[in-house]
C-alpha cells in the first residue's frame, strides 16, 4: 500500500497518459552490456500516440546521440504479415532537441518546470553529483536518466522534446498497426533490442481513475491510502488537491 498524509483533503487528481518511468525496470538492469525499450501506445481514432524509453542509463546517453527509427506496418492477421512491409515515419532518426532549441520549449511549452528538469538532466554541467569519484558519477548518470524519463512521464511536451514521443496521424479508423522502434545505428558496447507493439486504432478511452481504498481521520490531518499493484501500471505520479467550495 502507498501512504500520503496531508492536512485537509477531499479531492484526488492523477498524472496519467502514456507513462514508462518504472516499466524501464527489467531483466536487462541485471546485464550491463544489455537493453530494451520499452514501448506504448494510445489510440485516439484520429491519431495514435507512440511513447518509448530505454531500460538503462548507458543505452538512454547512447540513443540520445544517434536518435531512434520508429516504423509502422498495417496487420490484419499472420497469414498476411509481410515483415519486409514496414515503413519509416520519420524521415530522419528521432532524437532530443538541441541545447539551444530547449529555450523556446522551456519558456514556452505549457510545462516549464518539468521542461527545465530534462533540459538540465540533458545538457547541465552538474546534477547533483557530490564528487568526483566513480561512483558519485554512476550515480548524477542514473539521475539524469530517472529525472527525465519522469518528466517525460508527466508531460508529453516534455517527452517529445526529449525524443521519447512520437504522433502519428496518416491512420485509419478501426486499423490494426504494428510499430517498431529501434537506435539508428547498432551500438558496439550495447545489445538493445527492438521494441514491438501491436495497436488497433480505435476512439480514445476515458482515462482510468486512481481508487481510495482506505481513508483515516483525525483533528488535523487525513491519511490516504490506494493500492500500488492495481495503480503503478496507470500512472507515474499523483497531485491531492482541496477542491474550492463556494
Not at 557530490?130 to 548518470?141: L, P, R
Request: charged share 20%; net charge negative.
Amino acid at each position: 500500500m502507498i501512504i500520503r498524509t496531508l492536512p485537509i483533503l477531499t479531492l484526488l487528481i492523477l498524472f496519467s497518459g502514456l507513462r514508462l518511468f518504472a516499466q524501464t525496470d527489467s531483466d536487462s538492469l541485471n546485464n550491463p552490456f544489455e537493453a530494451e525499450i520499452s514501448l506504448i501506445g494510445e489510440s485516439h481514432g484520429d491519431f495514435i500516440v507512440l511513447r518509448w524509453a530505454p531500460s538503462t542509463p548507458g543505452a538512454w546517453s547512447y540513443l540520445n546521440k544517434v536518435g531512434y527509427v520508429v516504423e509502422r506496418t498495417t496487420f490484419s492477421g499472420e497469414a498476411d504479415f509481410d515483415p519486409a512491409s514496414y515503413q519509416r515515419l520519420s524521415v530522419s532518426p528521432i532524437l532530443p532537441l538541441a541545447l539551444n532549441e530547449w529555450e523556446a520549449v522551456v519558456n514556452d511549452g505549457g510545462d516549464q518546470a518539468l521542461s527545465a528538469i530534462a533540459a538540465q538532466a540533458l545538457y547541465g554541467e552538474g546534477f547533483n553529483s557530490k564528487g568526483a569519484k566513480i561512483f558519485d558519477i554512476a550515480d548524477e548518470y542514473s539521475n539524469r536518466y530517472s529525472f527525465s524519463l519522469l518528466a517525460a512521464d508527466l508531460s508529453s511536451i516534455t517527452a517529445e522534446a526529449l525524443g521519447l514521443r512520437y504522433v502519428d496521424r496518416s491512420v485509419q479508423k478501426d486499423q490494426h498497426y504494428i510499430y517498431r522502434v529501434y537506435p539508428s545505428l547498432a551500438s558496439v558496447n550495447y545489445k538493445i533490442d527492438t521494441a514491438y507493439l501491436v495497436i488497433q486504432n480505435l476512439d480514445a478511452r476515458p482515462i482510468q481513475q486512481p481508487v481510495i481504498s482506505e481513508a483515516y481521520g483525525s483533528e488535523y490531518q487525513i491519511s490516504l491510502s490506494w493500492d500500488k499493484v492495481i495503480h503503478e501500471s496507470l500512472f507515474s505520479a499523483y497531485i491531492i488537491g482541496i477542491p474550492t467550495i463556494a
